[in-house]
């Protein structure tokens, strides 16, 4: 599952403004010390940011910015509306700036769209936590909707050479009709009897009951980042992104069954098919094949130019570039059979009963191929705003729409729409069907949604 961002009623952005490094030092968060000489002032760098934007004022090997954002999850305002932030300064004299919660579509010049300020001084090499109190317009958005995703920039003149993700919510606590898992969740699988979710910050999987979505056992450890997941040959498949690995878990036990094995670069998505899981990376366009019976690679890489979402249906591998073309790959030979054009940027592909589906973050679509003739048969506009992610059972195809926070079905025989089934989470991710019920995985809210397949109706925990 490709890791890839979107808008959501309700959300802001948290800049970190970061002036620079110099003046005085701290020995900690509450008391300076001396002054220090002009001569130890620290100009913070962006390292390779700044050199890959090719940007002045950043030798070759410049470290990136010592601010660090070190909150994650959900973080809960005092009754005065203060929310706490957490930030780590690694140079040798203090690190200073401002933090402002702005919103997220409009600028932040001390106006409406202001939704909190700080000032922010970080002593040398310690931790600090900040009170950033929310404005009347903060507030009021976070009692309207009970919770606010945060994007968090820290910057550096102009570049960002570090951020991370908070949910801002009244309590720690998600709604009746949400599970809580672990922190930035991004993938989700279903295979009798339990779904797995991956929590990225976490390097977890939580396991779920089919049934009933309770929380079985304590979270499996897996490694760094799990981004992809896939279920089949009486195993959990995970694609780790930052090691380039697949780690295998029996469905069973929930702990690791064999070595992990080698992937293209940042494997992040997963399809089974012929008894093999196909593993496509973020890095690069080479397409490994595993024998899910054996854990063992088979044959060659599948090279192919770019990367994207992929899908395996009636014996063919369907690989999008991530650009404007999708290869219809024999998954016996390896060999492109058929190149189709269709809109830019796919975001998510599903096979099945004949049919590829696309969902295009051009536009904003849904393009319909036939697996027979590859050809584009047409276009669909789902009713939403950013479709993330698609999975078909029978003849429903279930479309996740990430900026509207939302799924809606499409009857693939009749293309009757059901809109907006049911809102869920925070940053939706990723849907998956199994067990009679679509799972959403939401990073921005640390939760996933169960919907009941034959009603839409959200099903509480």
Not at 30 to 37: I, N, T
Not at 289 to 303: F, L
Request: contains cysteine.
């Amino acid at each position: 599952m490709r890791r890839r961002g979107g808008g959501l009623v309700g959300a802001l952005v948290l800049v970190l403004a970061v002036a620079g490094c110099g003046g005085s030092s701290q020995s900690n968060a509450g008391r300076a010390s001396k002054p220090v000489g002009a001569n130890h002032v620290v100009t913070l760098g962006c390292g390779d940011l700044c050199e890959q934007a090719g940007a002045s004022g950043a030798p070759p090997g410049a470290a990136r910015s010592p601010i660090r954002l070190d909150t994650t999850g959900i973080v809960v305002p005092s009754p005065a509306g203060v929310v706490p932030v957490t930030f780590s300064c690694a140079a040798s004299v203090q690190c200073q700036g401002a933090i402002l919660f702005i919103d997220r579509d409009a600028e932040c010049s001390q106006g409406p769209a202001c939704l909190g300020r700080s000032d922010l001084i970080v002593g040398a090499h310690t931790t600090r936590t900040l009170g950033v109190k929310l404005s009347a317009l903060g507030a009021g958005e976070l009692g309207r909707y009970g919770r606010m995703l945060v994007d968090v920039d820290v910057l550096v003149g102009r570049y960002a050479p570090a951020g991370g993700d908070i949910t801002v919510a009244l309590s720690q606590t998600p709604p009746k009709d949400e599970i809580a898992v672990g922190n930035n969740p991004g993938a989700i699988a279903v295979g009798a009897p339990s779904a797995w979710v991956a929590n990225f910050d976490d390097g977890t999987l939580t396991r779920l009951n089919a049934a009933t979505g309770a929380v079985v056992g304590s979270p499996s450890k897996v490694g760094s980042s799990p981004s992809a997941l896939a279920v089949g040959g009486r195993s959990v498949w995970v694609g780790e992104e930052s090691s380039d690995r697949v780690v295998r878990l029996s469905a069973r036990s929930g702990r690791p069954d064999g070595k992990p094995i080698l992937a293209p670069q940042g494997p992040d998505e997963l399809a089974t098919g012929l008894g093999s899981l196909w593993v496509g990376g973020a890095n690069d366009g080479d397409i490994t094949r595993i024998a899910m019976a054996s854990g063992r690679v088979v044959g060659r890489p599948i090279k192919l130019v770019g990367s994207g979402p992929l899908a395996f249906a009636d014996g063919s591998l369907w690989v999008s570039n991530g650009g404007s073309e999708v290869r219809r790959v024999d998954a016996a030979t390896g060999k492109v059979i058929t190149v189709i054009r269709v809109p830019e940027f796919p975001q998510a592909m599903t096979a099945g009963r004949g049919r590829v589906w696309i969902a295009n973050g051009d536009g904003a679509t849904l393009t319909e191929i036939d697996a027979d003739t590859g050809k584009v048969l047409d276009s669909h506009v789902p009713g939403g705003g950013f479709p993330i992610s698609l999975a078909l059972a029978g003849r429903t195809l279930w479309i996740l729409d990430q900026k509207t926070g939302s799924v809606a079905k499409l009857n693939t025989a009749t293309l009757a729409l059901t809109p907006e089934v049911d809102p869920v989470g925070l940053l939706p991710a990723q849907l998956a069907i199994g067990a009679g019920s679509v799972w959403v995985v939401n990073g921005g809210s640390n939760s996933v949604t169960r919907i009941d397949a034959a009603t839409g109706a959200v099903q509480d925990r």
